[in-house]
């Protein structure tokens, strides 16, 4: 019987989920503003944990780093937290990056929907030249 996931990916999903209440509860920085765990990847020795996160409204680039600086600054922080919640001989080193999947998908959907108004508009020019 194969196993469904793997030490790895267990450990991943866990960490994410302790993750995201940590930085939630845990983190009293102002400037932090809403944090969402997107992503866990974890090393094979899961010596490190990649986490990819996503601030909600902030578009700037500047306060991104910002952001990311802060979460890098609280890394050891959430570790010992997450050391104490998570029961592992080691706990992983945190490494924080920014998850441009959800704008990568927005300017995508935005491009489609104006695709589909220029098709629409090219339509109803043809079908009135026609009558």
């Known amino acids: 019987m194969a196993k469904e996931y793997s030490r790895k990916q267990r450990v991943a999903e866990q960490i994410q989920k302790e993750l995201a209440q940590l930085i939630q509860l845990e983190m009293k920085d102002p400037r932090l503003g809403m944090v969402t765990v997107s992503a866990v990847e974890v090393s094979r020795d899961l010596a490190f944990a990649d986490v990819y996160v996503s601030f909600l409204g902030v578009d700037e680039q500047e306060r991104i780093d910002q952001s ?30 920014y998850d441009s999947s959800l704008q990568r998908g927005a300017y995508l959907s935005s491009l489609i929907d104006e695709a589909v108004a220029k098709d629409a508009q090219a339509g109803k020019g043809i079908e009135g030249s026609e009558e």
């Open 68 to 97: 990311l600086k802060i979460l890098g600054q609280a890394a050891g922080f959430l570790r010992s937290q997450l050391a104490r919640a998570i029961k592992l001989r080691f706990t992983p080193q945190l490494r924080f990056y």
